[in-house]
């Protein structure tokens, strides 16, 4: 299996101040869409009843997804490597109770055998050394149990006061794409994020897989502007190290929306934007599937499609 490893520094979240601030900049929205569409995906497979059964949440960060999840489940087990990011998920303030944290690695999780019934892991696969985290799946879950590996990243900006204005695209995958070169570059050569887990759906051994993109409308917490979208990527610890290194593409996207709307002399928290995303979910033990199209995380019609 050649797989991608190790490609976040170790500390990435240890530090209270990183850990912190991307809490306080992420919109609600870009935690709610995706369990949403997890949550689906389960129903499909009759693994949502009732809160029966136990799920391991991977990369659990400060908690959001692992809360929203555990409403669906009888036992909730959130893992995650940040030592501050385990310990703002104890100290949030939830009324759900059979939810437990634990600070470990996804290569070594701290669970018993055959003993849970679905693993979740959100923005997580891309940083994972899979020769040892798929055993670890497979070792952990039920005989009938399944595995969600999901993310999504920029595919188009819109304007969200004037419909006539062009749409962002072309210069959204420039400027990406240009900023993981640079964080392959000073982080590992295996960081295989921009082809929507391709590399890692490949390396992925297991008799019943399956991998579905889409693209999905965000509008977080229904205001997004062009300053506050970019803080929250300023805050994530590989834009920082690039940004650190010279490079800030951010910036540089800020301004090419600015030019292409005529916007050059507005202040960024005064344009209001809508982004869509890329979507990309891996199933394990899924006999088919069925994709999702989606407008704003509030309606979705669906269609049937074999393996």
């Known amino acids: 299996?050649?797989?991608?490893?190790?490609?976040?520094?170790?500390?990435?979240?240890?530090?209270?101040?990183?850990?912190?601030?991307?809490?306080?900049?992420?919109?609600?929205?870009?935690?709610?869409?995706?369990?949403?569409?997890?949550?689906?995906?389960?129903?499909?497979?009759?693994?949502?009843?009732?809160?029966?059964?136990?799920?391991?949440?991977?990369?659990?960060?400060?908690?959001?997804?692992?809360?929203?999840?555990?409403?669906?489940?009888?036992?909730?087990?959130?893992?995650?490597?940040s030592a501050p990011m385990i310990s703002y998920a104890i100290a949030f303030d939830n009324d759900i109770s059979d939810v437990e944290f634990k600070v470990a690695n996804a290569e070594k999780l701290p669970i018993e055998d055959s003993s849970v019934d679905v693993i979740t892991a959100m923005f997580v696969l891309h940083y994972a050394d899979l020769e040892k985290f798929i055993p670890e799946c497979k070792r952990v879950l039920k005989p009938s149990g399944v595995a969600i590996f999901y993310r999504h990243q920029i595919s188009k900006i819109l304007p969200a006061e004037n419909d006539a204005l062009p749409v962002?695209?072309?210069?959204?995958?420039?400027?990406?794409?240009?900023?993981?070169?640079?964080?392959?570059?000073?982080?590992?050569?295996?960081?295989?994020?921009?082809?929507?887990?391709?590399?890692?759906?490949?390396?992925?051994?297991?008799?019943?897989?399956?991998?579905?993109?889409?693209?999905?409308?965000?509008?977080?917490d229904s205001?997004?502007?062009?300053?506050?979208?970019?803080?929250?990527?300023?805050?994530?610890?590989?834009?920082q190290k690039a940004g650190k290194n010279g490079v800030n593409p951010l910036t540089e996207l800020v301004q090419a929306v600015k030019n292409t709307w005529s916007m050059q002399d507005r202040d960024s928290d005064d344009i209001k934007i809508r982004v869509v995303y890329t979507t990309v979910m891996i199933l394990l033990k899924w006999q088919y599937v069925k994709t999702f199209h989606c407008k704003l995380g509030i309606s979705c019609s669906s269609q049937s499609v074999k393996l």
């Open 168 to 220: 962002i695209d072309g210069p959204v995958k420039v400027m990406i794409r240009k900023l993981l070169e640079k964080a392959r570059e000073m982080s590992h050569p295996s960081f295989h994020q921009y082809e929507l887990y391709q590399t890692q759906f490949d390396a992925i051994i297991w008799e019943e897989k399956s991998r579905e993109i889409n693209e999905l409308e965000f509008a977080p």
């Open 1 to 81: 299996m050649s797989a991608p490893s190790k490609v976040i520094p170790e500390d990435a979240f240890n530090m209270e101040n990183t850990a912190q601030n991307f809490i306080q900049s992420r919109p609600r929205a870009l935690v709610d869409i995706p369990v949403r569409l997890i949550i689906e995906r389960l129903k499909l497979l009759g693994k949502v009843d009732q809160r029966s059964g136990c799920l391991l949440d991977v990369g659990c960060g400060s908690d959001e997804s692992s809360r929203l999840l555990a409403k669906n489940f009888h036992h909730t087990i959130g893992v995650d490597p």
């Open 223 to 239: 205001v997004w502007t062009l300053g506050s979208w970019s803080r929250f990527y300023h805050n994530l610890p590989f834009y």
